[in-house]
């Protein structure tokens, strides 16, 4: 179980530990991989996530990915990268939570994901929690969290 203390100080203005969907960049299931990679290299994001026609997380998507969905035995088909679909070549290894998941969950699937998608009830994409704010938040904690437990003391 979390502490309280470094929880509030962990989720302390939660709005901003959490990207809205409508900021996040995604491509959809049926793009081609030229349309991925074109995303991908004009975000200069490692990996995207990648939703179908309902909006829901399909998978997640990389350059690495799209290289490997292109090549022959020996060489790389570029032409492949205007034929094949994003749902051809994605990874279907993605964290998804629901946005109203608890802190401990957050921290075990940051450890081997760099973002976690957020999904509502009904499974529609709502957002990402990087592992980078997170940390940013960890060191926050790190150097503050003197004055916080005195806070909490009196």
Known sequence: MISQIIEDILLDHEENLIIDGHKVATVRAENTCLHALMILNSVGYSSIPVLDREGRVAGQIST???FSGIKDELQ???????ERRVSEVMSTNVAVLDENCALEDILHNLVNHSFLCLVDSGGFFRGIITRRELLKRVNYLAHEFDRYTEMYSN
């Open 76 to 82: 790389y088909n570029w032409d492949k990268l205007a």
């Open 64 to 66: 690495p990915l799209i």
